[in-house]
Nanobody, 115 residues
């Protein structure tokens, strides 16, 4: 059974950094497009960043210049490095894998940016 498990969230001060991980099981990450989404409190889920099966990446405006998406094929894990975090980045972050007619979501990891 395909599973996506996110980790790496937590409490961080403004200006700090976090690295989120999305580890996949029963699938090879290299044949899916992967995305990070987030859902701030009381708001709708929004797209943050994506990396295609061929390794091309793209970012939403909120993530450009601060966030980096990358993957480790050996660890079968997709990462989101988040730097210079702001209070507006507080949200539950979700990993999504899409491809081959399938769509998978992780359970989410909470990121709280607060002093």
């Amino acid at each position: 059974q395909v599973q996506l498990v996110e980790s790496g969230g937590g409490l961080v001060q403004p200006g700090g950094s976090l690295r989120l991980s999305c580890t996949a099981s029963e699938m090879r990450i290299g044949i899916y497009n992967f995305y990070w989404y987030r859902q701030p409190p009381g708001e709708q889920r929004e797209w943050v960043a994506g990396i295609s099966s061929s390794g091309l990446f793209d970012y939403s405006d909120l993530a450009k210049d601060r966030f980096t998406i990358f993957r480790d094929m050996i660890k079968n894990t997709v990462y989101l490095q988040m730097d210079n975090l702001k209070s507006d980045d507080t949200a539950v972050y979700y990993c999504n894998a899409h491809g081959r007619g399938a769509n998978y979501w992780g359970q989410g990891t909470q990121v709280t940016v607060s002093s």
